[in-house]
């Protein structure tokens, strides 16, 4: 069979079945899958094509788990306009989705001990404001008209066996200021540059606090526990889980 003929030949979905044509086909390294498996995978995995079908088989299988984390998630703060960052500070986790419908997109629920960094990118865009003068011309301003946006990065490394950063925009829209001439603009004095850059802020000292008094909870648990003296019956006990004596029950604090 020729390049041609390979390119129109059938094959079948390695995880539904289904039979797919050339533009229903999402190569992998060793098969192909359709479109409807494929939107099934973490919206924040990006190497389809360099996977294996077992590879697929294996997240496929993570996501429908995830559903069960997604069901049982209690929202108690959240960021963002468009696409939001939802905490559960009670279960130390947290997704980012833009979805409405949570239990139909499935968002992957992260621990807070997942996060391994977090940063806020502002990136900063300057743009010509001109004029059409009689001629139909587009000419400048004197002086010059300028008008800068910028937009807020938020960038989070985690780990993940099918992903290792979740990157989203935490403005809707760009925040605008306009300068005449050669002053410096000030984003600062803007209103909705700093909330959105408190709202950032915010943001990475939740998931970043949270995730050390998680680290520093599981290091103390690990830690080997010495024998005291319980101040309440004298006793030589190793305090339980709760700090307390495992004979009166009294409190080793």
Not at 65 to 84: D, H, L, M, Q, S
Not at 195 to 222: C, F, H, P, S, W
């Amino acid at each position: 069979m020729g390049l041609f003929g390979k390119l129109f030949e059938k094959e079948n979905c390695a995880f539904c079945g289904k039979e797919l044509g050339m533009f229903g086909k999402k190569k992998l390294e060793d098969g192909v899958m359709c479109g409807d498996c494929q939107k099934k995978l973490s919206p924040w995995f990006s190497d389809r094509r360099n996977s294996t079908v077992a590879e697929i088989r294996e997240q496929l299988e993570y996501r429908e788990e995830n559903k069960k984390a997604v069901a049982e998630f209690k929202t108690t703060r959240t960021f963002g306009e468009n696409t939001k960052i939802l905490l559960d500070e009670d279960a130390r986790k947290f997704m980012v989705t833009s979805a409405r419908n949570l239990l139909e997109a499935n968002p992957d629920v992260l621990d807070f001990s997942d996060v391994t960094g977090c940063r806020i990118d502002i990136e900063e865009d300057r743009n010509e404001e001109k004029r059409t003068n009689d001629a139909g011309e587009e000419i400048s301003y004197v002086p010059p008209k300028y008008t800068y946006s910028y937009d807020f990065e938020v960038i989070i490394n985690v780990r993940n066996p099918y992903f290792d950063e979740i990157s989203f925009r935490l403005n809707g829209s760009s925040v605008e200021i306009e300068v005449r001439g050669s002053i410096t603009p000030r984003p600062e004095n803007n209103i909705q540059y700093r909330e959105y850059k408190q709202m950032g802020d915010e943001i990475k000292k939740a998931l970043t606090e949270v995730r050390e008094q998680v680290r520093e909870e599981a290091v103390a648990a690990a830690a080997p526990k010495t024998a005291a003296t319980c101040p309440w019956c004298g006793a030589t006990t190793i305090p339980d889980s709760n700090g307390c004596c495992e004979y009166c029950g009294g409190a080793m604090g």
